[in-house]
Structures are given as structure tokens and as C-alpha cells.
């Protein structure tokens, strides 16, 4: 039999400003309305489906933020105004930033909204009711088809089209906040029937090798180059990691055994942090099991097994992605027909299965679990209708979650030294290494040196501001911020550098003049 193992990583950054609780981007929001519930939603209809999610920290405290209303959403508040009210300004904003999602897959399968496209795109003058119709259509669209089609004011509102009210669009925006509060509830529902799997991610998504010491960069890749100040700090790797297991015990009632290390980024060093936290399996991508073997070339006989490293703190099992399979879902299968995409799936797995007959495989598929969706036709769920639909029909294949393959299945192959690197080129180039990347560590560095200051001054902070203090510098270490450098995405360097100045206000010092102009300049 082959054991399918299916990670969906559910993953935010950390955008609310601790110190005024606005929040600039409504990426939690709205991908909680279009990706996160629905995925498990799904499963009501394929009760022989199996599947592990992963959710970060920082994702589920933001969900949270959202469901007591303790935050100030821009998007939010404009889509809530009364389209005639709306200022130049915000007139502006709206047209700029509510067109925010896949044309073809989206906008285009939308009357309404395509035809608002259009006219902004020619340059055509909004009326109120045109206004009003993009701040619906807008939240609409990125409202999931499961919902546009099982909740009844949604489905008629969808239906209706265009010519909506005030009290029609705050409607859409009431339901929203109300798929936002089920997203906790349903996961641990399918968790506690035993249909899904919960793992958790370090809890603002830092790369912990890099938090351990930036010059670990070196082993992933010797070319790498480093920062001008050395960046080590294990006991906020370890921070993060606890605090991670906290939060999940907190709302799952357990603690966690499997974690994805953010971005499948890993390293010998990190090892016992996590085997002291309890975690009992990882994740990460097959080019750092290759790595650690000293593999020059693919072997599915030792990837499509879990590994296990001891060590004096205890044991650790590692499973790896088969990145193939993983990409084709993430990154191919939305360019061709569902039907087509699912035969090729399956024509993969029944090879596998003829591979290793007579035993039994565990294959582990680990993706985004929210951005591709947006490229599929109708949200991806066609396409995973049809694939968990061939798979519960399958005589040979059945899905799993991780841990209870490994209670069946015993981890044989010990890793003597787990490599360094990520799921991108075994190497950490995406979060260090450039020159942008590589000021924004330096920063960092200067800002946790104020940190350690303060701790170690007798006449410290009161307790609760150095609590923030930590909180703010532990988001600002999140790998978001590193990645988008060299990108042009200047909304994450603005962030970067706002969380960056709000930890030094927090400490009662004047942020440094150089976090007022843009790293990505």
C-alpha cells in the first residue's frame, strides 16, 4: 500500500502594529475567508481522506485578533464606508488596491467586477454605485466558492450581481468576520474525529538556523556572504519554538508532535531546541536529506521512508518532501484541465506503488496550502475534489497523517548530521546574503543588542513592557521580512522597518534615523 502523507502550511506574516493595532494588509483576513477553513471544510465530503495542516503562530493569533476586534484593518474600514462618503483618497485606494486577485481565474468569472476592471483600466469615472459595487465585489471574490454557495445571503448576493446596497455589502463583510471565527473551531473538530492532522511552525516564522547564528549561512552554501555583525541568539530560537507549542496547546488541547520548520529551513544546531520542546517529527524538503547523505543523485528507495536522528537530548524522525510531486500541485497542475491534472497524479502514484510493491511507502507532499489556489479554476476545488475523490476510490493508496504512520511504520535510516539549507536550493540566499538582505540582518543585530541591554540594566523595564519589547523584536526576526528584499515589495520593507522602530519606542529610546529610509532603495 502506498501511504500518502498531504502537508498543507498555512502561513502569515505579522502585520498589526503593536503599539496602534492597525493592521495595513488584509492578507489574514481575507486569505482566512478564501483558503484556510474550506480546505477542511472539503473533507465532509471525502471522509476517507486524511490530511496534516500546518498553522503558524502568527497566523492563528491574528485570526483571533480579527474574531474579538481588537484590530484596525484599512481595507476594512474602507470597504465598511458609505460609498458616497468616500474621500479623493480613499477613492484612490479603492481603485488602486481592490482589483487585488487573479484576473483570469477570478475577476473574469465575475460580470460585475470584470466590467469595474475595465472601466479602471480605461480610466473611467466611478459613481457611487460603482464604488460600491467594487468594495462588495472585492470581498466577495476573495470569499471562498464553499461559501458563496452554502451560505444563503452570499449565494444570493453573488446572484444579485451588481446595484448593491449598503446594508447588502456590509452583509458580505459581517459573514466574513463569521467564516473567520469558525477557522479554529473546524480544525479542532476534524482534529479531535481524527481526520486531520495539526502541526505548528516556530511563532513568527523565523529561520531558526539563522537565529542560531546568521554564519550557519556558510554551511548551507560556502559562497554565501554574511552580514557584517554576527547574529546569534539560540534562546530566541528556543524562544520561538516554545512559545509556538504554547500557543497550539492553548487552542488544540495537546501539544503538538510534528513541526514544520519555517520555510523547511534546518540545521544539526537546531536539533535539540526541538527535541526539548517535545516535538517528535519535522518536515523538510528532500534536497536536505540528498545533502545529509552525501546523495549526488535522487533515490526515492530512501525518500520515501521516514529517517530518524538521535541524539543525547532524545530522538527526532524528519520526513522529506518528494518537491516534484509537491511542485506540481503548487506550481503546474493549475494550468491544465482538473481531470487531466488528477490522471497525471495518479498515473505518479500507481508507479510508485508498482516501485515498491510489497511494501509500504510513505510518499509526503508539503505545500503552500493557500497561495495556489488562486491560479486553479473555481479556488482549486475541482481539482481537489477530483484528486481526493480518485484517491478514496484507489485500492492502493490510502492517506495518512504523519504520526500515525510512524506509530505503524518505525523510522529504520538514522541521519548521523542533518545539513543545513531550506526547501529552496538547500542554501538560505532567499533570507540572507545580498545586500539589502544583509542590512536588514545588521539592523536586527543592533535593535537585539538594545534588547539584551535593557535585560541586563538593574533598573530594567517593568516586566510587561519587556515582555512587548521581546514580542516586537521575535516578530521583526520573521523570515517574511528577508525574503521580499531584492523582490520590490515595498509594503514588507516598510513593515520590517515600522516593527523595527516600534520595539525602540517600546524600550523608551528614539528609533535610529536609518530606519526612516526604505532598505530597498
Known sequence: MLNLALIYHMHQPYYQNLLTHEVSLPWVRLHGTKDYRDMVEILRKYPGIRLVF?????????????????????????SRKQAEKLT???KEFLLNNFFMINKERVIAMHPRYYELYFKKQEGGEFNAQDLRDLQ???NLAWTDPYFRENIPELKSLTRKARFFTEDEKNTILDKQLEILRGIIPVYKEFMDKGQIEITVSPYYHPILPLLY???????????ARLPKHNFAYPEDARAQIKEAVRLYSLNFSSAPAGMWPSEEAVSEHIIPLLIQEGIQWIVADEAILFKSMKNKKRDTRVLYQPHRIKRKDGELKVVFRDRNLSDLIGFNYYNRDAKDAVEDMLRHFRDIYEAFKGQDPLVTIAMDGENAWEYYENDGHKFLGLLYERIQEADFIKTTTVTDYLKSYPSRHEIKRLAAGSWIYADFFKWIGSPQKNK??????DARKELESVM??????????????KKQLYIAEGSDWFWWYDE????????????????????GKEAPIYLKAPISA
Open 54 to 78: 500546518n498553522l503558524v503562530p502568527s497566523l492563528i493569533e491574528q485570526i483571533k485578533a480579527y474574531t474579538d476586534s481588537s484590530v484596525k484593518e484599512k481595507f476594512l474600514e474602507i
Open 88 to 90: 479623493s483618497a480613499e
Open 136 to 138: 462588495a465585489w472585492f
Open 213 to 223: 547564528n546568521t554564519d550557519i549561512a556558510k554551511e548551507a552554501n560556502l559562497k
Open 440 to 445: 536588514a540582518w545588521e539592523y536586527l543585530s
Open 456 to 469: 541586563n540594566n538593574p533598573k530594567k523595564l517593568p516586566e510587561e513592557t519587556l515582555e512587548l519589547a
Open 488 to 507: 520590490g515589495q515595498k509594503d514588507f520593507d516598510e513593515l520590517f522597518r515600522l516593527h523595527l522602530s516600534n520595539f525602540y519606542k517600546i524600550i
